[in-house]
C-alpha cells in the first residue's frame, strides 16, 4: 500500500490533507478516490486511510483507523560510523533504515580519509534517502541523519545509551553474543564502527575507558559499509525485532 | 596482511609458488623478499608464508605455519535469492560472502523481471566479485557463486540441508528467532529469498509443504537485496559465528 510521511498538524476531524510533493506523489501512482494509503505521522504512529479527493494540488483521505507503526523495533539505535568515501554513506544510510536504526550519524575519526568539512554539504541528500528507505520499509518515522562530529562527541553520545556497542577488528574485545545476550531489555543504544582504515588502537581504548562495549564480530573482516549494517542486524535479532 | 587464493598443488617442500596474476599482483603491492603473506589454499588451509623471491612471472615463499583459517564459519550457508534485477546481485554476493556464506546461487522465481537466460552470461564476474570479497574479508575459501535454475530445483537443493529458511513477507509464518535458537547445532542451511516483487503465495505454499521453514524477519519490508544478507546475519549470530 502507498506510504506516505505527513507531519500531525494537517489531520483534522478524521481528514488527513496531502499536500505539495506528495499530491503529485499520489497523482504519479495514479491512486484514485476509493483507494487505501496509509499515511504516517513521522512519529511511530500509522493513519490507515482511504482517499475521497485526489488532485495534483491537493488530495483528501479519510482516517479509517489509527495504529502504533508495527515495524518501528522496540530499541532506539543510533548508528554512528566514520565518514567513509564516496557513495558508502548512501549504503550506510539506506540499509541502516531497513535494518531499523532510529538516527544514522556519522562522524571524524583519526583515519578518515573524507574530509570533515564536506558532510553538511551532503545532508539535504543524505536525508532524501532515508526518508525513500522509511517509506519503501514501512518505517514509522523518518529517521534522523546527521554529523555527530569528531571522536570524543561520539564518545560523549554513546555513553548516554542503554547500550553502546563500539566494533573493532582486533585486540582485547567481548563477545558480542555475550554482551547483546545480557542486554536483552534496553531502551536505546549507539553502535559505532569505523572509516575504511578501522579505528586507531588509542579510539579504542578511550572507547573501553567510557565505558563503551569494544566488541568482536567474528574473524572476518567487513568492509565499513557493512559493520554497520551487521551490528545492528545482530542487535535486532538479538532484541526481538526481527521477528 | 596481503591475502593470495592459490589451489594446493602448488606446495612443495614447504615453499609456495605464486604465477601468473597473483605473481603479478605481489608486484604492485610491492612486496619485498622478507615480507610475510598469507597463502590459502581455497579449502579452508591458511599457510602463513614468507616471500624469498619476487618476479613479475613468479613469486616464491616460504611457508612459516600451516592454520585452519579462522574466518570460516560453523555453518555451511547457501544463500538462494530470486534473480534481481541489475546489479543488485554484485551487491548480495559481495555482502554475503563478507557475512560468512559457503555459496550464493540465483534463481528464477515467478515474479523476476530480469531474464533468467542472461544469468549465464554474468557467472565469470558474479564468480570475480566473490573472490575480490573472499580475500577482502580473510575468508579461508571463494564463495561458489552459480544459478540454481527454476524454483523446484530451489526446493530440492533446500530440503537436502539441516535447516532451509524461506523468508516471507506476508500470511502465516515462524519467528526467525525460534527456529534459529532451536537450530543452533546445524552443520548445513540455506537461506531462500525472493525478488523484487517478493515470492508468490503459491511458492511460499511449496516451501511449507516441503519442510521448509517459512520464516518473518519483522514488520520491515527489506529490499531483495537487503533481504540475504540479514538473514544470514541473523543465521550467523544465532550459531555462534559472529563473535
Known amino acids: 500500500m502507498a506510504r506516505f510521511f505527513i507531519a500531525g498538524a494537517n489531520y483534522k476531524g478524521g481528514t488527513a490533507i496531502i499536500r505539495g510533493r506528495d499530491a503529485e506523489h499520489v497523482q504519479v501512482l495514479r491512486l484514485r478516490p476509493g483507494e487505501d494509503v496509509v499515511i504516517c505521522d ?7 486511510c482511504r482517499l475521497v479527493k485526489a488532485d495534483r494540488e491537493e488530495a483528501e483521505a479519510e482516517v479509517l483507523e489509527v495504529v502504533r507503526c ?22 550506510i544510510i539506506q540499509k541502516s533504515v531497513e535494518a531499523g536504526a532510529n538516527e544514522i550519524l556519522f562522524f571524524n575519526a583519526r583515519r578518515c580519509v573524507a574530509r570533515p568539512d564536506e558532510p553538511e554539504k551532503k545532508l539535504g541528500r543524505w536525508q532524501r534517502i532515508a526518508e525513500e528507505a522509511a ?77 563503551l562495549h569494544v566488541c568482536s564480530m567474528g574473524e572476518r573482516i567487513l568492509r565499513c559499509e557493512t559493520a554497520p549494517v551487521v551490528a545492528l542486524t545482530a542487535l535486532m535479532y538479538a532484541t526481538g525485532n526481527l521477528a
Open 70 to 91: 508495527p515495524a518501528e523495533p522496540s530499541v532506539k539505535v543510533t548508528v554512528l560510523c566514520g565518514l567513509p568515501k564516496g557513495d558508502r554513506t548512501d549504503y
Open 42 to 48: 513521522g512519529q511511530g504512529t500509522d493513519y490507515k
Open 135 to 211: 517509506k519503501q520499509s514501512g518505517r514509522g518515522i523518518i529517521p534522523q541523519v546527521g554529523w555527530a562530529g569528531e571522536f570524543v562527541d561520539v564518545l560523549n553520545l554513546a555513553i548516554h545509551r542503554d547500550l553502546a556497542l563500539f566494533m573493532y577488528e582486533t585486540g582485547e574485545r567481548e563477545s558480542l553474543n555475550q554482551v547483546l545476550e545480557a542486554n536483552k531489555q534496553i531502551e536505546t543504544a549507539a553502535i559505532i564502527t569505523g572509516p575504511e582504515g578501522g579505528f586507531e588502537q588509542f579510539e579504542a581504548d578511550l572507547a573501553r575507558v567510557s565505558g
